[in-house]
């Protein structure tokens, strides 16, 4: 309670420290409202409404809802949106008032007025946020995607300092972070588990989200929890016009969507849905291989999920959402010998929010939310069962303040407070006859809190700063910790078309994924910070440059980052993860430190856009020796497996005509880290017998994997139906084949006369060939 008192007193004194700046004596108003989609009315979250003349602009928050003080008069302002055609509009500005935009899909524009596209890459120079990635969902749709299923994370894996885990994963490790170190949101709430089928898709379905907010450093003081990014996914909110229907035929899944209105004007909903088939196929060969002898079945696997929303005015100043999210994968197999073993993994989400509007310059968002990610694994065998499950749970309350004090000053205050239950390991096991009963279960909870203050400060046309504090602290049983985490940006304009940017930003992370390596399934365990296992923490700086080119239509920029952590977590060799009540003896404690540069070329307007990024990047790791132990690496400094030196990355979309799109992107990475024998050695019995080759390891990932590379096709042909809008979309995987390492293991090499062993060959194992793909998809 000290602590938080203490952190209100000080946002209070950040909030009033502003209060006494003194207004232009020009007399002023204020102009707010919403900007949305002219096809569905949708809002658009990060839609920039600007007075090009003054060189102010404001940008629409999740909502959509925008606010921007203007001196009295006359005025130009430009309306833009990735995606859409941007409006200008000239406005007698005589006394403050309400006027919201509606924006049509880019898809209608004239080649002629493309120009007017570029206003997005305007809004990225001019705005003091630094490192991050803006993605619409619509752009994604077009990239070629594997099986033709279009993967958001996959898209973001395309943009510099995010590497990917290997082949076929949708983990994300930006800027030398770990897999468990993103904070993953969907309308605020929380989302703990990502990945769909082992990691190659994500859970979030192109088809119900709106847009998504990679941050990769200098992170607004609203974000916090974790170490190394935030992905911050919206949904669409349905059409308020009309019902719609749309979705998709592909080669391994389906989806489905139903849009409309629940009050015309006043409230719509979105009710969206998919589901893969595989299991159709493994069911059926299975069933014409049963009497095979020796045939070995093959798993059953599918996933589903469900996404929900909903909206209604309450009037002109409450609006209230809904947002609901239900995944599940399901992993089978029942043996001919009577070994069964069913795994089921998944997320629910669920989240209320109401938006008011106390005054055009005056807002406030405040969020309830639920989540809950799980896993259960079930063995049958005759007459005796085992069970061990895991999850957590979160009970979550989030309310953020925006206050635009004046064309200078826009402030932000919020706080957050998020109920913990971690079930850390489930075990039972049983028998039929009941002669075998026992069971064991590990329940901790926490409570995490935060508050935040923050003001981005227009100090003049050249000059604009972005500060804030976030306080956070953490308790689980009588363990508690406390932090102070300061944030702050700066940008400075050389000229118009050439900005300068740097950043700083302190991270807590007080929950941690413990994840069993040697596992092939998603076993991993969410753990809170105790007094053995301290929150894990990271500072970084990041400092670059942005130049427009071409008249406005490209964006170049080159950003600089360091960043280093403490308190990495880790677990020393043959850690005991599951039924373990003194899990805190497992872990391991280390450093790590990243660096790197990213160059970004960028274009938005004409017949042919994209970009290119490329990163020059370093991630290192230390864990010493502790608890008796020789740590990770005997105590020296190694590379983890998802460090890559180099990553290029080249996509491009060209409008060949009305109704051919054509998309290309190209990868190349350095090979990924590993560690493999260096030799070996013969150990053999006091008789000469029983020779065994024993493996001579080096330090821990001193080789490299081949480099990877991939390049990617796919055509978009919309077809002509007598109602709604249908297109086929044909994608190429891997389109020259390349085998791409995803392991190395080593064989014995045999002499062909004596069957003696004399070598041992290194092979390569290769995931993805080149996959065709199509997928129909429709609108009506």
Request: hydrophobic fraction near 35%; aromatic fraction near 14%; glycine fraction near 10%.
């Amino acid at each position: 309670m000290r602590l938080f008192g203490f952190a209100l007193s000080c946002s209070f004194t950040l909030f009033l420290s502003c209060l006494p700046l003194v207004l232009p004596a020009q007399q002023r108003a204020t102009l707010s409202g919403y900007v949305r989609s002219g096809a569905d009315r949708s809002v658009l979250p990060g839609a920039s409404v600007a007075v090009p003349a003054l060189g102010t602009g404001v940008t629409a928050d999740s909502t959509g809802f925008y606010s921007l003080p203007l001196p009295t008069g006359r005025h130009q302002l430009v309306i833009s949106f990735i995606g859409y055609q941007s409006q200008t509009r000239e406005l007698n500005v005589a006394r403050t008032q309400r006027i919201s935009f509606s924006l049509p899909e880019a898809s209608n524009e004239l080649g002629e007025v493309l120009v007017e596209g570029t206003g997005t890459l305007e809004q990225k120079l001019q705005t003091t946020q630094m490192s991050v990635e803006h993605l619409n969902a619509r752009d994604a749709k077009l990239l070629p995607a594997l099986f033709g299923e279009v993967d958001l994370l996959k898209t973001l894996q395309l943009k510099p300092g995010v590497q990917n885990g290997g082949e076929g994963t949708s983990g994300l490790f930006v800027r030398g972070g770990s897999a468990d170190q993103n904070l993953f949101l969907i309308d605020d709430a929380v989302v703990y588990n990502p990945s769909h089928l082992f990691g190659l898709f994500s859970v979030f379905n192109a088809d119900a989200v709106q847009s998504v907010d990679l941050y990769k450093g200098g992170f607004p003081a609203q974000y916090g929890g974790r170490l190394s990014s935030v992905v911050d996914v919206k949904m669409r909110e349905g059409d308020a016009q009309k019902i719609g229907v749309s979705g998709g035929l592909g080669l391994i899944s389906s989806r489905l969507t139903l849009e409309g209105p629940i009050v015309k004007d006043k409230g719509s909903f979105l009710l969206s849905g998919r589901r893969t088939y595989f299991d159709i196929f493994t069911r059926q060969i299975n069933k014409l291989n049963k009497d095979q002898e020796d045939f070995n079945p093959i798993p059953d696997y599918y996933f589903y999920d469900f996404n929900a929303k909903a909206n209604y005015k309450l009037g002109e100043k409450d609006q209230i959402f809904f947002t609901g999210y239900y995944g599940r994968d399901i992993f089978g197999f029942n043996s001919p010998n009577g070994f069964n073993f069913d795994f089921i993994w998944g997320n629910t989400v669920g989240a209320l929010r109401w938006n008011h509007v106390f005054s055009p310059k005056l807002f406030l968002n405040t969020t309830v939310s639920t989540t809950r990610y799980q896993y259960q694994i079930a063995n049958q065998l005759d007459q005796f069962g085992f069970s061990l499950s895991s999850e957590i749970q979160d009970y979550a309350l989030r309310s953020d303040l925006d206050y635009a004090f004046n064309d200078k000053h826009t402030l932000k205050l919020g706080l957050s407070a998020t109920n913990h239950r971690f079930n850390v390991g489930r075990l039972s096991a049983s028998s039929t006859d009941g002669s075998l009963n026992i069971g064991s279960e590990t329940i901790y909870r926490g409570q995490e809190a935060s508050l935040y203050a923050s003001d981005n400060y227009k100090v003049n046309d050249k000059l604009q700063l972005d500060y804030g504090l976030r306080f956070t602290g953490f308790q689980s049983g009588t363990d508690r910790f406390g932090a102070v985490e300061p944030r702050g940006a700066v940008r400075y304009s050389l000229t118009p078309k050439t900005s300068l940017k740097a950043s700083y930003a302190l991270m807590y992370q007080y929950v941690h994924l413990v994840s069993n390596s040697g596992a092939s399934l998603p076993t991993d365990i969410w753990y809170p910070s105790r007094q053995n296992v301290k929150p894990q923490r990271s500072q970084q700086v990041a400092t670059g440059i942005s130049f427009l080119l071409g008249q406005g239509k490209y964006l170049l920029t080159n950003e600089v980052y360091y960043k280093w952590a403490q308190n990495q977590v880790d677990f020393r060799d043959g850690a005991q993860l599951f039924a373990n009540e003194d899990l805190d003896a497992e872990f391991l404690f280390g450093k790590g430190w990243a660096y790197g540069n990213e160059l970004y070329l960028e274009k938005k307007s004409g017949r042919t856009t994209g970009w290119i990024g490329y990163s020059l990047a370093w991630t290192n790791r230390q864990f010493p020796a502790q608890r008796g132990g020789t740590g990770i690496n005997n105590g020296k400094v190694f590379f983890p497996t998802y460090d890559r030196r180099h990553n290029l990355t080249v996509v491009a979309l060209h409008k060949l005509t009305e109704r051919i799109n054509l998309t290309a992107s190209f990868v190349f990475t350095s090979g990924a880290p590993t560690t493999l024998p260096q030799g070996r050695f013969l150990l053999q019995d006091v008789f000469g017998d029983n020779v065994t080759a024993v493996p001579v390891y080096p330090d821990r990932n001193s080789y490299r994997m081949a480099p990877y590379n991939r390049m990617d096709l796919g055509m978009v042909y919309k077809l002509r139906p007598k109602r709604g809008e249908s297109d086929l979309t044909f994608s190429i995987y891997n389109a020259y084949n390349r085998r791409n390492p995803y392991f190395i293991y080593f064989e014995q090499v045999e002499d062909e006369a004596t069957g003696d062993v004399t070598n041992f060959r290194a092979r390569q194992v290769s995931l993805f060939p080149v996959i065709p793909s199509v997928t129909y998809n429709f609108k009506f």
